[in-house]
């Protein structure tokens, strides 16, 4: 058995239905134990983040604003797999994967919550004087001493996982969508390769690697609070622009509305009859696609965006935590939803025109088709491509923040000293997985991801009694 075998192998063991039970049973589990706070207080927590995010908020030295706390976890989360995961997961288990979605999002909300609010709880200063915190502290803090071992782990995943999908997997598609858009244009990209690693790639792959490798190192060894101060611009300008065209599409194909949704809620427990043949799509394959795709994409559970939130100005724990409510929202409820009604509705508008194989392989071609089918070929092409890169950008930005704290954790007292190493080497793999065909980088990248949740979610039930009790005293105070 080959090396890329194996990885396959570990990966789909990781994601599967442990970890998926283990990831929505834990939302359910704390949704149940606190009163569904999703729900009964999401008005509130809507006024007490996104209400609030154009007021003046003021930071000091070693930290950021609550709005750029929650900017930086989003930079993470909204990433290639808005785009291309969610295609690729509706395509694989058919329109019925997206109700699975929503579904693990609606949990997913209190998971975040609860992983913001201990992130506030137990952080601490390092010694430059930022506020550092996430999962490795909430145990080390919150459980003691003889839980170490879990924080070790989760660094050690979290710390080699940031080179796959925080960084590889990421600028690759930044190189992809870019000579996507320029072939749209007539531009030809293969006529002037490089032999790099056996295989001949585009000059432009290698260009643009380079590219987003001084742009990360600028932001990088700027401090978090240069991370943040570029993300709450970047965030809301890329959403914006994806969502308008998003919308345009969707506007467009506004007939075909009721018999997209009638696909999904049908397709949720039956894929082969909502899209009317049989295709041979199971309902476990459904659900695992569509709840898979749905923790990958807002990381409720995974431990990464609480590691963002540490550092806010916020010294509220339960207020920092609504912001994780809005974060799975505007992820998964929001910009996934986009995607979704664009692919679907153009393919009840267009059928098999579209190209989609069901129950096979999807990617952004899709969207960029779908989009192309109102707005023109070559501006679609460019709202995708650009879409896409400013997604991955943003995502490359806050995972070399998460792989560099977990680096710095496992490193101990020398951790911010040595921390330059880390940096360096996330820096030069940005060039190189700009020109690899990494499918098998995927395949580690998302086994790495998978098992960051599993010293989280053992931290989080096993600290739940913290996470209700820091509920129920904040709100009988403010309600």
């Known amino acids: 058995m080959s090396i890329a075998e194996i990885i396959t192998k570990v990966d789909g063991w990781v994601w599967g239905p442990v970890l998926l039970i283990l990831l929505a049973g834990t939302g359910v589990y704390l949704s149940l134990r606190m009163g569904f706070p999703q729900f009964r207080r999401f008005g509130y927590a809507m006024k007490n983040t996104i209400g609030k995010m154009f007021s003046k908020q003021e930071a000091g030295k070693g930290e950021v604003t ?9 930079a993470a989360t909204v990433g290639t797999g808005n785009i291309a995961g969610v295609t690729g997961a509706i395509v694989a288990g058919g329109p019925g994967a997206v ?5 693990c999002a609606l949990f997913g909300m209190c998971t ?11 952080r601490e200063r390092n ?5 550092v915190g996430g999962p490795m502290y909430y ?11 879990l924080s070790v782990l989760f660094c050690l995943f979290g710390a080699l996982a940031a080179f796959g999908i925080g960084n590889m997997t990421q600028v690759n598609s930044i190189a992809s969508s870019i000579n996507g858009a320029i072939g749209a244009f007539g531009g030809d990209v293969a006529a002037k390769t490089i032999a790099l690693f056996g295989n001949d790639v585009p000059v432009t792959s290698l260009i643009f690697g380079v590219i987003v490798a001084v742009i990360v190192g600028l932001v990088l ?10 993300t709450e611009k970047l965030v809301p300008v890329m959403a914006v622009i994806y969502i308008i065209f998003s919308l345009i599409v969707i506007f467009a194909n506004v007939k075909f509305i009721p018999e997209t949704f009638k696909m999904i ?17 199971m309902i476990m394959t459904t659900i695992q696609k569509g709840v898979g795709r749905g923790v990958f994409s807002n990381e409720a559970g995974m431990g990464s965006a609480p590691m963002a939130h540490a550092a806010t100005s916020e010294t509220e724990p339960v207020k920092q935590g609504l912001y994780g409510i809005f974060e799975v929202f505007m992820d998964t409820i929001v910009i996934c939803t986009m995607t979704s009604l664009v692919l679907l509705t153009s393919y009840c508008r267009l059928g098999d025109g579209l190209g989609i194989t069901w129950g096979g392989d999807g990617d952004a071609q899709l969207i960029q088709a779908a989009m192309g089918s109102i707005v023109g070929g070559k501006l679609g092409a460019l709202v995708v491509a650009v879409g896409l890169s400013l997604f991955a950008l943003s995502t490359i930005i806050s995972w070399s923040l998460y792989g560099t704290r977990c680096f710095e954790f496992l490193c101990g007292k020398l951790g911010t000293r040595l921390s330059v190493i880390y940096k360096i080497i996330f820096l030069v793999l940005l060039p190189i997985g700009a020109t690899l065909k990494i499918s098998v980088v995927w395949d580690l990248a998302d086994a790495l991801n998978g098992m960051m949740a599993f010293p989280n979610l053992v931290a989080l039930l096993l600290l739940s009694g913290v996470i209700i009790k820091s509920t129920k005293e904040y709100f009988s105070k403010k309600l």
């Open 66 to 74: 609550p709005f750029q706390a929650v900017t930086t976890a989003l």
């Open 99 to 103: 109700f699975w979605m929503w579904l």
């Open 112 to 122: 975040k919550y609860s992983e913001v609010l201990l992130a506030v709880k137990y």
């Open 127 to 131: 010694d430059k004087g930022d506020w």
């Open 139 to 149: 145990i080390k803090n919150g459980l003691g001493h003889n839980w170490a071992w």
């Open 221 to 230: 060894f700027g401090g978090i609070k240069r991370i943040g101060s570029v």
């Open 265 to 281: 809620f049908q397709g949720a427990f039956n894929a082969d009859a909502a899209l009317g043949g049989a295709f041979g799509i």
